[in-house]
């Protein structure tokens, strides 16, 4: 027996803000989600899967108009030709609460009750799928703790939608426990809501899929679902099989000593060539990171908006295949050893200078009055109060300290 597992499609996701990107492919992001579903249903025609899981958020909240149901159900019908039955529950996207319009869906689809988990046995497969949707959007109760024990002499499947223990950068819907899970007594936990795909256990299966297409920068990499078999002996085989088409990609690239802009485009142009070929032909999408310390330092970041178009022009060779979403800077000045060595001993001297003038050091102590008053009150309780001359007096011994450990590093004689 084969299914395919997948979660957060997020249909017609809005992709808001790209019309601030020039030159953005705006019609190929936008039509993404609906090209990667394809994707996922020709993939289930073609293995001729035996069931589709798709474990929440469907939608991406409720439907700017009927076309978005109207999609889903053309390619569910599909599957319905070719006889693969869906078990589909509602993630915090696509909540019973969030989803207004209602499209009769056709019969080969099970969409799971929220109000309380229920089992759908498929006893010809020899599986049993348990699942509950999401009634609100922000179901904060640990749902899993009521979903029924394993059928005897069946393959069993918890659908769920969760964001397990925690996992960063996700709301902490319908939480649970790994363990928990472990100890059920289910064969295979299908989960959705976090966008990274992962396999947290394997005895029993408890994984992750990932969404299926990439939105944006913070869904980096080959996105898809998971593929499971099933053998004759109760073993399971598992395949990530990538449906996305985008590809988002950060690329770090180090300019670290280049002292003119073609050493700097050449190091773009050869880090752009090595990423174009991981994007398997799909379009991709990357935002570019410049870092290392470069005399340039100081030209890139006034000059910032002709190094983003000198960066287009050379993503441009690889045609439509690239879109160049931005150019960060995380450059920084390049400073020779001598000039180093000049600064770090200036700074020593003047902290000498103030330690040998009580005076000084007052004053500088007074200066902080006016910055420590405006730190919020609860931040400066409990805390060392830095108009105080000797708690400045102790800082600049540490200050010294390191001074003079760097100059000993730069010289060591």
């Not at 009521?146 to 960063?168: E, K, M």
């Not at 330092?297 to 178009?309: I, P, S």
Request: hydrophobic content about 45%.
């Amino acid at each position: 027996m084969r299914f395919l597992h997948a979660a957060d499609i997020h249909l017609d996701s809005p992709l808001q803000g790209l019309e601030r990107y020039p030159g953005a492919p705006l019609e190929a992001l936008r039509g993404a989600t609906r090209r990667a579903f394809v994707n996922l249903v020709e993939l289930a025609l073609a293995e001729s899967v035996d069931l589709l899981l798709l474990a929440g958020d469907l939608y991406d909240g409720d439907w700017k108009d009927y076309n978005t149901g109207l999609f889903f159900i053309a390619q569910i019908q599909r599957l319905h030709a070719a006889g693969i039955p869906v078990c589909l529950i509602a993630g915090n996207h696509d909540a019973a609460s969030q989803i207004t319009r209602t499209l009769r869906l056709p019969d080969n689809v099970h969409v799971f009750a929220t109000e309380c988990p229920e089992t759908r046995l498929f006893e010809t497969l020899g599986v049993a799928v348990h699942g509950q949707g999401f009634a609100t959007r922000a179901v904060t109760t640990d749902l899993s703790r009521a979903y029924p024990p394993p059928v005897s002499g069946l393959f069993n499947i918890g659908l769920l939608h969760t964001s397990l223990d925690g996992r960063p950068g996700h709301a902490p819907y319908a939480p649970c426990r790994l363990e928990a899970l472990r100890s059920h007594g289910y064969d295979y936990w299908a989960l959705g809501h976090v966008h990274a795909r992962e396999v947290l256990a394997e005895s029993p299966w408890i994984v992750f899929p990932g969404n299926l297409q990439g939105r944006h920068i913070r869904e980096c990499g080959a996105k898809g679902a998971t593929l499971v078999e099933i053998d004759r002996a109760g073993g399971v085989c598992l395949e990530h099989r990538a449906l996305d088409v985008v590809r988002w990609h950060l690329l770090a690239v180090e300019i670290e000593g280049c002292t003119d802009l073609d050493a700097v485009h050449a190091r773009i142009g050869c880090a752009l060539e090595r990423v174009i070929d991981q994007a398997e032909g799909r379009l991709l999408a990357v935002r570019l990171a410049l870092s290392g310390a470069t005399a340039l330092d100081a030209w890139l970041r006034a000059e910032h908006e002709q190094l983003v178009n000198d960066c287009r022009g050379l993503a441009s060779v690889h045609g439509d295949r690239l879109w160049l979403e931005q150019v960060r800077l995380q450059t920084r000045p390049q400073v020779r050893r001598g000039e180093a060595d000049e600064t770090l001993g200036g700074l020593l001297a003047a902290i000498e200078t103030l330690e040998l003038d009580p005076e000084a050091l007052a004053r500088l102590a007074e200066g902080f009055e006016p910055l420590a008053a405006r730190l919020p009150a609860g931040l400066r309780r409990g805390e060392d109060d830095p108009t105080d001359p000797a708690v400045l007096r102790a800082c600049l011994d540490d200050v010294r300290a390191l001074l003079r450990a760097r100059l000993l590093e730069s010289d060591p004689r």
